[in-house]
């Protein structure tokens, strides 16, 4: 069975700053991981994904994230953050039989990032 | 995700009402999920329709819950008798052949938010 758990229900940085969003991951197949970001009021922008080919993922707005196997993790970083990151960010594993990407997602409960300037 | 449509944007029910919400998938996009999130929590899975077929409900309450994905025209979840615990943000998410090309990342709509008085 496929879970996410995401450490830290809310980070705060500074503007300029690292970004470090982590999410360490369980499946009993290879996985197929996501990260998504919510602004509030809105849906799910997907930000990168993680399909078994490059450890290393980049993904829209400065994003990327690294598979790490023997650590189950899959963590989001960005060097520098800006203002506009401010928003509440979610890790999730496809849940499938197969190792496929279809099949539902399974999400973590996300992170709230603050930007302070 | 901005080519998935949700309708309505914000729903109010009385108790014993009964809610439907839309879904109108990416073009080309046969598959739909529908997720529910309630405050302070992550998505949670509630079922995974293609055309005219229901693929995986397990995440659907047994009972007043329902979905539908028919040849033309939008996804519905309905929900029937709707009581306060209902009251949450109804996302849905599609993945298909856009532009000639098959992807299977999900992609999501803005969500329907549901308030059970």
């Known amino acids: 069975a496929q879970s996410v758990t995401q450490l830290g229900s809310h980070v705060s940085v500074s503007e300029g700053a690292l970004v470090l969003l982590r999410c360490n991951y369980s499946?009993?197949?290879?996985?197929?991981l996501f990260w998504y970001v919510q602004y509030p009021n809105q849906g799910l922008q997907l930000l990168l994904k993680?399909?078994?080919?490059?450890?290393l993922v980049k993904g829209i707005n400065g994003f990327e994230a690294e598979f790490k196997k023997s650590e189950t993790s899959f963590h989001l970083t960005k060097p520098s953050a800006h203002m506009s990151d401010a928003a509440e960010y979610f890790c999730a594993v496809s849940r499938s039989e197969y190792g496929g990407s279809q099949g539902n997602l399974i999400f973590g409960k996300g992170t709230k990032l603050s930007v302070k300037p | 995700n901005a080519g998935v449509m949700q309708n309505p944007r914000h729903l109010v029910r009385r108790r014993g009402q009964e809610a439907r919400l839309r879904c109108s998938p990416m073009?080309?996009?046969?598959?739909v999920y529908w997720y529910r999130q309630l405050p302070e929590e992550g998505l949670k899975f509630m079922v995974y329709?293609?055309?005219?077929?229901?693929?995986?409900e397990s995440g659907m309450p047994k009972e007043r819950f329902s979905a539908e994905f028919p040849k033309e025209g939008p996804s519905i979840l309905r929900i029937q008798q709707v009581v306060r615990g209902d009251s949450a943000a109804y996302f849905c998410a599609s993945a298909g052949t856009s532009g000639g090309t098959f992807t299977d990342t999900q992609y999501f709509g803005p969500g329907t938010r549901l308030t059970v008085l």
């Open positions: 499946s009993s197949v290879p996985p197929y």
């Open positions: 993680y399909t078994s080919a490059a450890t």
């Open positions: 073009k080309g996009h046969s598959h």
């Open positions: 329709l293609q055309k005219e077929n229901i693929i995986d």
